[in-house]
């Protein structure tokens, strides 16, 4: 049997097909970038060229059983009444929350959106984009980004409930809206279209694309590549390693304490009711955008150069001046000199800066995950892009202290392919069990703390 799995990252997306049967193996059958585009001051996707490519990736992929749509979390497009799109999806990496956050938080308070949605506070969740969003009241719907895509193939609309979860608006207890927040914060959760779990059916693709059941998948892609962690026991911490870093334990219930608000921890929702317990840690971004800025594609000669190096300068990665696009290496330096730190001298520095920074902060984020809930790990599972970065690794085994499991590289396809396999029949079993499959078909490779 063959799955097709849609996965778009921020800087690109890609269509594969997995036979569960064989591992599941996994084939590229189309990769494409995500090039956001800045309107007047406004930064958008592209989600046209993305829905073309998308049913391209489709059409290479021949004769599939299935579908399944992941994409990042919090953004979303706006539907009138006669379902056509109002406007370009605003990328989260646009400044339109700024204003607005405020004037959130004075209707309803921090401490209380968190101890019913459970959401680490970052500027870009859906609930503040969709106060800064004049149109998101007169819209008659409101899609989240994989949903949005969904519908433009099958025609039904719904929401997913793992990426519900991050839009700060969804309580992590039941999987329901959390209504009464929201009316506070003036918004109205009645624009979602119904809620749906993975695994359920989304709708049938058009002819041209063979009539295929679509499902719901962890169709956001973080929730996806947890699920395909090839755990062999639940003592485990992870890190989706990509632009993004999220970094934490899975849980049976969300933890929405105080504590764990002020320490900046998510609940986000997973693939079988599981908690996502984790820190959004800027990731791999960093470096990916000294890299635009140095004009230096090729990452691997940085990270040779890098390996040479000693440990020297610390940054906050999760410093909001990081959120932007624009001249990271500027932004670096400056960290380094506001602490008081030697500045790098040349991108071998920077990288090795960057690199000690992430591991670093992976340190301090598995720590605050174990303390706040009581949650023990043995072993630190690396999952998604990152997972290729042998230097990124080592470090990351050495500030944490426990051994580092890397791999695989594309779990979020996996996880969605897996999911889609159950759903349709071709797989049993809960993801223990789909994870110990991964886990024979695709073994990590180890990193030892010293
Ligand atoms: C990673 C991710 C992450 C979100 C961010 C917006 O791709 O989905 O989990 O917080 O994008």
């Not at 992430?358 to 690396?382: N, P, Q």
Request: with cysteine; hydrophobic share 40%.
């Amino acid at each position: 049997m063959r799955f097709a799995a849609v996965d778009l990252g921020a800087s690109g997306g890609r269509v594969m097909v997995g036979d569960p049967a064989r591992g599941p193996d996994l084939t590229e059958v189309h990769r494409f970038p995500n090039r956001p585009v800045e309107v007047a001051g406004t930064l958008y996707w592209d989600i046209l060229a993305l829905y073309r490519e998308v049913r391209e990736g489709l059409r290479a992929a021949g004769p599939v059983d299935a579908a399944g749509i992941d994409s990042w979390a919090v953004d979303y497009g706006l539907l009138g009444e006669d379902g056509a799109l109002l406007g370009n999806p605003v990328h989260y990496r646009d400044r339109r929350t700024e204003h607005v956050i405020g004037e959130v938080l004075a209707k309803i308070p921090a401490s209380e959106l968190y101890a019913a949605t459970g959401i680490q506070f970052l500027p870009f969740n859906t609930v503040f984009q969709l106060a800064a969003d004049r149109r998101a009241a007169d819209a008659a719907r409101i899609v989240l980004i994989p949903d949005l895509l969904t519908y433009w193939l099958t025609g039904e609309l719904g929401t997913e409930r793992t990426n519900a979860s991050t839009t700060a608006l969804l309580d992590p207890r039941t999987g329901g809206w959390a209504t009464g927040v929201a009316a506070r914060a003036g918004l109205d959760v009645g624009g979602f279209p119904p809620l749906r779990s993975p695994g359920e059916r989304a709708g049938t693709t058009d002819p041209e694309l063979g009539s295929v059941p679509v499902y719901a998948v962890g169709s956001h892609d973080t929730a996806s590549a947890v699920a395909a962690i090839p755990a062999t026991t639940d003592r485990f911490g992870y890190i989706s390693s990509g632009t993004w870093s999220l970094v934490g334990v899975e849980l049976t219930a969300p933890v929405l304490t105080e504590e764990s608000r002020k320490a900046g921890f998510t609940n986000e929702l997973g693939v079988d009711g599981t908690v996502r317990y984790l820190r959004n840690v800027t990731g791999l971004w960093l470096l990916q955008e000294c890299q635009r800025v140095w004009g230096v594609p090729e990452v691997a000669p940085l990270l040779r150069a890098a390996a040479e190096l000693p440990r020297r300068s610390i940054v906050d990665v999760n410093d909001p001046r990081f959120l932007p696009p624009g001249d990271m290496p500027g932004r670096i330096a400056a960290c380094c000199r506001e602490t008081g730190q030697p500045v790098p001298r040349d991108p071998a520095e920077f990288t090795r800066c960057v690199l000690d920074s992430l591991a670093e902060a992976y340190r301090r984020a598995l720590a605050d995950a174990v303390r706040l809930s009581g949650k023990e790990i043995d072993v630190v599972h690396v999952v998604g892009g990152g997972a290729r970065n042998a230097l990124l690794c080592r470090l990351t085994a050495r500030a944490c202290g426990l051994p580092v499991l890397a791999g695989p590289v594309e779990a979020t396809a996996l996880g969605n392919v897996l999911v889609q396999a159950r759903a349709h029949g071709a797989l049993t079993g809960g993801l223990d069990t789909l994870r110990a499959r991964i886990a024979r078909a695709s073994p990590p490779r180890r990193y030892d703390p010293r």
